[in-house]
């Protein structure tokens, strides 16, 4: 009777887990603002057949196939008069106080302050069909509160804080501009270009453009390659999806063309690009599960911390970023990147054999008693970052008891990360554990290294 009890039990846990996997999909098509969306689209030439707005379970709003797409298919082909590029808003009413501001603005500013001002108008937009079905908070670092900073990894926050603080800086700096849109609107500027407002567009723009390369004009500065697509940024970033994307200048639509295929019913997903998870969270505001391109980052400070009894230490970090070897060191599931171990044997050599650093950074070996010292250091290395994520994570369980909503979904974000580092990391260890050398070794100081040769 055990036996069956126990046998009932772990069936009802794998139809339970069978029922958890299977995404549920609720179509969106009929709501009012997808309504208005396809309605505005239509006038402007675009017809979908083979996509509709969609809630999914595991991945949120999104677009599911309608019938089953084939390799090499178009599921996508916009015209160009649905595209909001820079063209857009110097051609309407906001073109005349953008063509005559000196210092000339850049695109990502002049798009930002037209959907701030289009959100403004209301309903009286053009574009409110698509400004209406915009998120109103994103999930990327401009939104992130001081707690949600304080749980990222050394590697990310330090670019999560910059993000954070440069569209603070777009704000202030362009206090004079804003006041002189005055005339067109119907409330004081103050109330209209807020920071939250600027924020909320810069972030639209930012994770949902597409590149789209412009010509340049007299009236913007810096590269143009921004154009906002309605419907189409509705598709969701998978890592192993293949597609086509660009803008024909044949038909003059913005298309994207499936490699991989769907079937019906299933979720369409495009390709941001081979970013990993770290590059997502800060340009898009997610991370993606099962993420082959993900990696963890080992930053300077940690290493500086781990070996700072080296007296020579200064000068072979200096070398190292001298010769760019100081970016990009990062472990995987696999164990460390050859970049990673190629500074390490450099970083295990002493101040007298200074004229074989640079043969070490192209690829010469190093003795064995320096290639385990370069292997316990690693991971002495993966074992610092593990106990950092332990911590984060556990910080996180707190704040999570009494956070609003709003962080609660940045936090989901981070900890996604976080978990992601924790199984890395695991893996990376139990490589380098493999690695022929004895684990009950102390790390050699620098010191007994000199002395060794």
């Known amino acids: 009777m055990r036996g069956r009890s126990h046998r009932a039990g772990r069936a009802l846990r794998k139809?339970?887990?069978?029922?958890?996997?299977?995404?549920?999909?609720?179509?969106?098509?009929?709501?009012?603002?997808?309504?208005?969306?396809?309605?505005?689209?239509?006038?402007?030439?675009?017809?979908?057949?083979?996509?509709?707005?969609?809630?999914?379970?595991?991945?949120?709003?999104?677009?599911?196939?309608?019938?089953t797409i084939k390799p090499g298919q178009l599921i996508i082909s916009l015209p160009e008069s649905c595209l909001l590029t820079t063209s857009t808003v110097l051609d309407s009413y906001l073109g005349q106080y953008i063509k005559n501001w000196k210092p000339r603005l850049s695109p990502l500013l002049a798009l930002c302050v037209f959907l701030v001002c289009e959100q403004h108008r209301g309903k009286a937009s053009d574009w409110f069909p698509y400004i209406d079905v915009l998120p109103t908070a994103y999930t990327c670092p401009a939104y992130y509160t001081d707690d949600v900073m304080a749980v990222l990894p050394t590697s990310v926050r330090r670019r999560a804080l910059e993000q954070r603080e440069a569209v603070r800086e777009i704000h202030s700096v362009n206090q004079d501009f804003f006041r002189s849109l005055q005339p067109i609107l119907s409330r004081p500027v103050e109330e209209v270009l807020t920071y939250e407002a600027l924020r909320w567009a810069w972030c639209s723009v930012n994770t949902r453009s597409v590149f789209m390369s412009h010509p340049s004009n007299n009236f913007l500065s810096g590269q143009d390659v921004y154009a906002l697509a309605p419907f189409l940024d509705l598709l969701n970033h998978r890592p192993d999806v293949q597609v086509k994307a660009s803008f024909n200048e044949v038909t003059r639509c913005y298309e994207i063309r499936s490699i991989s295929g769907t079937l019906r019913y299933q979720q369409a997903f495009i390709n941001y690009g081979s970013h990993d998870n770290q590059r997502l969270m800060l340009e898009y505001g997610f991370a993606a599960s099962g993420n082959p391109h993900s990696v963890v980052y080992v930053d300077t400070d940690l290493l500086c911390d781990v070996l700072k009894g080296d007296r020579s230490l200064d000068?072979?970090?200096?070398?190292?970023?001298?010769?760019?070897?100081?970016?990009?060191?990062?472990?995987?599931?696999?164990?460390?990147?050859?970049?990673?171990m190629t500074a390490l044997r450099l970083l295990s050599l002493p101040q007298t054999l200074y004229p074989q650093w640079r043969a070490v950074l192209l690829g010469q070996a190093v003795c064995e008693e320096r290639e385990e010292w370069s292997i316990r250091t690693a991971m002495t290395l993966c074992q610092r970052l593990l106990q950092d994520t332990h911590r984060a994570l556990d910080k996180m369980s707190h704040v999570l008891q009494q956070c609003d909503q709003s962080v609660r979904e940045q936090m989901d974000v981070v900890h996604s990360l976080r978990q992601e580092e924790r199984c890395i990391l695991g893996s990376c260890l139990e490589a380098l554990g493999g690695m022929q050398i004895q684990p009950d070794e102390l790390l050699p100081s620098q010191s007994d290294v000199d002395a060794a040769s």
Not at 315 to 340: A, D, H
Request: with cysteine; net charge positive.
């Open 315 to 340: 000068q072979k970090i200096k070398f190292l970023r001298e010769n760019n070897f100081l970016q990009n060191l990062t472990v995987s599931n696999e164990g460390p990147s050859w970049r990673l």
């Open 15 to 67: 139809r339970r887990q069978k029922q958890q996997s299977i995404v549920q999909t609720v179509s969106l098509c009929h709501q009012p603002q997808y309504v208005r969306l396809m309605k505005f689209l239509h006038k402007q030439g675009f017809t979908s057949t083979l996509l509709q707005p969609a809630l999914f379970t595991d991945t949120g709003r999104g677009l599911q196939a309608l019938k």
